[in-house]
Structure formats: C-alpha cells, structure tokens
C-alpha cells in the first residue's frame, strides 16, 4: 500500500450535490419538459458555477435515467412510460411489502410513529386565490400531493436504516413522482381519498405491531397505485 503521506489533498464540497439536487427537483416538478435540452454552459451560468458541477450533476441524473445524454447532440429530459412505471412498482411492491413487515416486527418508537403520522398529513388542500388560474391551482395541488406521498414513503424506507436501500428507493421513487406530476389525470384528486385510507390502514398495522398487515396494506397501496398511474400514463401516451 502507498504511503498515505503521499496521497492528494481531498477537496470537500456540496457544489455538484447542490447543482444534483437542483436539476433534479427541477425536472420532477417539470420545469424541465420532457424532451428539453439541458445546455451545461447556459446551466452553469445561470446557477453561477463552473462546468464541471453541472456535468457530474447530468452524470448522476443519467444513471436514474432523468435525463438521456445523447452523443455529439447534448442532455435531454427523459419521458417516463407505462413499462417504466410498471417495472419500477414491481421493485416497490417487494421492497416496500418487506421494509415495513419489518418496521412493525420491531416495533416502531412512540417517537418514530409520530414522524409517520406527520408525513402521511399533506399541506393545506385550500387551492390558492388570486391571480393564479384554475389550472395553475391544480397543477400545484398535484405537486404538492406528489411531494407529500413522496415524503411519506421515503420516512418510513428512512426507518429501516439500511442504506443501500434508502439509496436505491430515492432513484425509484423519483420515477413515480415525475410520472404522477407529467401524466395525472382528473381524477387523482378522487384517488387520493383512496390513498389516505390506504396509508391510515398501514398507520394501524404499525401502530399494532402487526407485520402481516403492514406487509398486506403496504402491498394492496403499491398495487393500487401502480395500476391507476400505468392508466394515467397510458391516456397520457394516446
């Protein structure tokens, strides 16, 4: 082994992280259309920094196949289709099925089941007045339910501490945000009276302690989901 004297001086910085987290959120809240090119120049200037922030952020976004790089052409946002969905709720449906069978085997802490129950509550249902129109409302309602799904999930796969697979549901995950906020349909404001009695059913399982019926509520919500998001993707693609 070399001599760790002789080893170069590490330097420590958020800035591609920060640039990462930018661009991503900008792209599941569609900022970013689908099949836009992101320039890295005109990225880098306006986020004021260099270059190479931006394309190690793009580098990162490629592997959770949000953006397409494509040769001696440049970045472009990617689409998410009904094959994408369905193969990415396959992979929920057991890691999500087993994380929390496991959760409610433990059990939960009075403390970690409050943080729960504050993430299954969404922000404010009031849609905003003034100058904003009817379709901006909504479109924000969507988002905004989106983040606090999102939230909610990523909590509790958060509990189980194990790193990998908090690593592995954020890209996942990430899928079925942008499909949800690109493809949504009217009805997902009806949907999500469904989702709140599912998640309340799952809130009861762990509360009990019952790891059978956490493992059966989480699956009956993914396959749910998974079947009304393939449908709106489907309308979406027509």
């Known amino acids: 082994m070399a001599d760790a004297s002789s080893l170069p001086e590490v330097r420590r910085s958020r800035v591609t992280e920060d640039v990462y987290d930018v661009l991503r959120r900008y ?13 890295v120049k005109e ?3 306006q986020l004021d920094v260099s270059r190479t922030p931006v394309r190690e952020a793009i580098q990162r976004l490629e592997g959770e196949d949000l953006v397409k790089i494509v040769p001696r052409s440049g970045t472009y946002v990617r689409d998410v ?12 449906y057991a890691l999500e099925g087993h994380a929390v069978a496991q959760l409610a085997a433990r059990p939960l802490s009075e403390d970690e089941l409050e943080t729960v129950r504050e993430h299954a509550n969404e922000p404010s249902e009031q849609r905003a007045s003034g100058k904003r129109s009817e ?11 989106a983040e606090a799904n999102r939230s909610f999930h990523e909590e509790l796969i958060a509990l189980t501490g194990n790193r990998k697979l908090i690593q592995l549901y954020r ?11 690109h493809y949504s349909q009217p009805a997902w404001e009806e949907r999500r009276a469904l989702e709140r ?21 989480m699956e009956h919500h993914v396959e ?8 709106d993707v489907e309308q979406g693609e027509t």
Request: net charge negative; charged share 35%.
């Open 27 to 39: 792209i599941l809240k569609q900022n970013f259309a689908v099949g836009e090119r992101l320039d």
């Open 43 to 45: 990225l880098a200037r």
């Open 81 to 92: 289709t009904a094959r994408d969905v369905n193969e990415v709720f396959e992979l929920r």
């Open 135 to 145: 379709e901006e409302d909504d479109d924000r309602g969507i988002v905004e339910h």
């Open 171 to 181: 890209t996942l995950n990430a899928h079925t945000m942008m499909a949800f906020i």
């Open 197 to 217: 009695e599912e998640h309340a059913a799952l809130l009861h399982a762990l509360e009990e302690g019952d790891a059978a019926a956490a493992r059966e509520a």
């Open 224 to 231: 749910r989901a998974r079947r009304s998001l393939i449908e």
